[in-house]
């Protein structure tokens, strides 16, 4: 795991890296690529620094959705587990939607999953 020297967090092995697929306009078709050190042009991907800050931002929204489902589960006892993470689910796709929150769908899906897995954590006294 590598880790960002501002936070002193470790980037999580399944956060995703995903590369930029873009296309510029025009009367040929044309794609973004990169050329990379070894002279072969690539498709571009994040810096490790802005993958970093995008896995802190998401790591930090887990933690505050996990403080929510917490909550939820509290005042809501007739909630089932799967009923909490939908709603919660729905929420994060829809400020997504929205525009309010900047994830991609597979930073989404690490999200959810990574509430799910803490979530259970916390129900079951497991550690991963």
Same mark, same amino acid.
């Given at each position: 795991?590598?880790?960002?020297?501002?936070? +002193?967090?470790?980037?999580?092995?399944?956060?995703?890296?995903?590369?930029?697929?873009?296309?510029?306009?025009?009367?040929?078709?044309?794609?973004?690529?990169? $050329? +990379?050190?070894? +002279?072969?042009?690539?498709?571009?991907?994040?810096?490790? =620094?802005?993958?970093? $800050?995008?896995?802190?931002?998401?790591?930090?929204?887990?933690?505050?959705?996990?403080?929510?489902?917490?909550?939820?589960?509290?005042?809501?006892?007739?909630?089932?587990? =799967?009923?909490?993470?939908?709603?919660?689910?729905?929420?994060?796709? $829809?400020?997504?939607?929205? +525009?309010?929150?900047?994830?991609?769908?597979?930073?989404?899906?690490?999200?959810?999953?990574?509430?799910? =897995?803490?979530?259970? =954590?916390?129900?079951?006294?497991?550690?991963?």
């Amino acid at each position: 795991m590598r880790t960002s020297q501002a936070a +002193g967090r470790e980037l999580h092995p399944d956060f995703p890296n995903e590369p930029i697929v873009g296309a510029i306009s025009g009367a040929q078709h044309k794609v973004l690529l990169h $050329r +990379g050190d070894n +002279g072969t042009y690539q498709i571009p991907r994040r810096s490790h =620094e802005e993958i970093m $800050r995008r896995f802190e931002a998401a790591d930090d929204l887990v933690s505050q959705l996990v403080t929510y489902f917490k909550r939820k589960k509290a005042e809501f006892p007739e909630w089932t587990d =799967e009923k909490n993470l939908e709603r919660i689910r729905l929420a994060v796709i $829809r400020k997504v939607q929205q +525009g309010e929150w900047p994830y991609t769908q597979s930073e989404q899906k690490w999200i959810l999953d990574r509430l799910r =897995e803490r979530s259970l =954590e916390l129900d079951y006294g497991q550690t991963k």
